[in-house]
Every structure is written in structure tokens, then in C-alpha cells.
């Protein structure tokens, strides 16, 4: 599985934007797509998850009602629209892909990886 994030980039306090996780290879066997995010100097973090369960669909408590995540499964495409941005929402941004019920918030859940997408938050 490849994954390839997109749509990153310089936005105002309050603005809004949408990334996006294209799948190839097998996006079939995979189960979950998760987002996470990494500031300088700080660890990665979670961000929100989709599955293939029913109603399976997570966040951080630091994006719920801000963040949305959802999927176009005819584009094999998971997106993440970010609404209401602040400083603390600038980072560059991970999606993952795993193909097991696993820990949805750990990293080492996901065997695969996208590249990263820079969201820059300015006030």
C-alpha cells in the first residue's frame, strides 16, 4: 500500500483547509486510515481515524467539532477537512493506513505511511 497526503498549506487563524490521502496498491485490504501530526519539537500525535466498522470513526479530543474526517472510496481517497484552525493545529500532517484492528491511536499500528503535508497557521 502507498499512500500519498496532500493539500497542506499557509492558512490565517480561523481559515480552513482539506487533506488529502490517496491509497494505491492494494487499498482494498486496508482497514483503517488514520491522521496524525507532528509539531517541531514535539511528538506525533493522533488526529482522527476512519474504518471500515460501522460508525467507526475517531478524533482527538483537541479537534472534535473542528475536524472532520471521511472517505471517497471510488477515489481511494480519505480526506480531512480542518475547520476553525489555530496555532496549535500547525504541523505537518501524517496519514497512515493499517489493515488489522489494532490500537487506533498508536503509531505502531500502521505499517504504512504517507510522506507528510506542512499546515502552517498564521494569526
Known amino acids: 500500500v502507498q499512500l500519498q497526503a496532500s493539500g497542506g498549506g499557509l492558512v490565517q487563524a480561523g481559515g480552513s483547509l482539506r487533506l488529502s490521502c490517496q491509497a494505491s496498491?492494494?487499498?482494498?485490504?486496508?482497514?483503517?486510515v488514520s491522521w496524525f501530526r507532528q509539531a517541531p519539537g514535539k511528538e506525533r500525535q493522533f488526529v482522527a481515524s476512519?474504518?471500515?466498522?460501522?460508525?467507526?470513526?475517531y478524533y482527538a479530543d483537541s479537534v472534535k467539532g473542528r475536524f472532520t474526517v471521511f472517505r471517497d472510496n471510488t477515489k481511494n481517497t480519505v480526506y480531512l477537512q480542518m475547520n476553525s484552525l489555530n496555532s496549535e493545529d500547525a504541523a505537518v500532517y501524517f496519514c497512515?493506513?493499517?489493515?488489522?484492528?489494532?490500537?487506533?491511536?498508536?503509531?505502531?499500528?500502521?505499517?504504512?505511511w504517507g510522506q507528510g503535508t506542512q499546515v502552517t497557521v498564521s494569526s
Open positions: 497512515a493506513s493499517g489493515t488489522g484492528r489494532h490500537d487506533l491511536r498508536a503509531e505502531a499500528s500502521y505499517p504504512y
Open positions: 496498491g492494494r487499498p482494498d485490504s486496508i482497514y483503517a
Open positions: 476512519t474504518t471500515k466498522a460501522p460508525n467507526g470513526i
